[in-house]
């Protein structure tokens, strides 16, 4: 009979640990889930730049290209955040990656709303900074949940 966390997602097999160190070992739910979370928001967000990239452009003041282009990155990049967070022991550096690259798009949207590169509207400048607060939320929520996962074996 399988387990589940408090977040519903199965619990890993207490009854055989992991000893391979390139995985995150210790109770994974909540990372899993802030992962899922991650993917599902990332994938919504490129979905709706990439479909919408010609209504849009003339409202955020962004180029219909760069608009497509970031669109079709992050469908791609909430792809590979869904695959690191089906794995019942994410890998260490999937998982590192994932937050990594959250916290370094954090910094760039951030840069790039603060130097009006690229020349947005207000709305798109407002639009920037919300969602560079949103993938700054997961990195941390990412980063919680792998510290949480390593304490749950002590």
Not at 73 to 84: D, E, N, T
Request: net charge positive.
């Amino acid at each position: 009979m399988s387990s589940s966390d408090s977040f519903g997602v199965p619990a890993p097999s207490l009854t055989a640990p992991s000893t391979d160190s390139t995985v995150v070992r210790g109770d994974t739910g909540l990372l899993r889930l802030a992962l899922r979370l991650d993917a599902v928001a990332t994938g919504a967000v490129g979905a709706a730049a990439l479909i919408g990239c010609a209504a849009l452009d003339s409202v955020l003041g962004l180029p219909v290209a760069f608009l497509a282009g970031i669109g079709a990155f992050l469908v791609l990049y909430a792809v590979f955040v869904a695959w690191v967070s089906s794995a019942r022991a994410p890998r260490r550096t999937a998982v590192r990656t994932v937050i990594g690259s959250n916290l370094a798009w954090f910094a760039l949207s951030v840069v790039t709303a603060a130097a009006g590169w690229l020349d947005p509207t207000g709305l798109g400048t407002a639009l920037i900074v919300v969602q560079a607060v949103a993938v700054l939320g997961f990195a941390d929520l990412q980063l919680y949940a792998l510290r949480k996962a390593r304490k749950s074996l002590s």
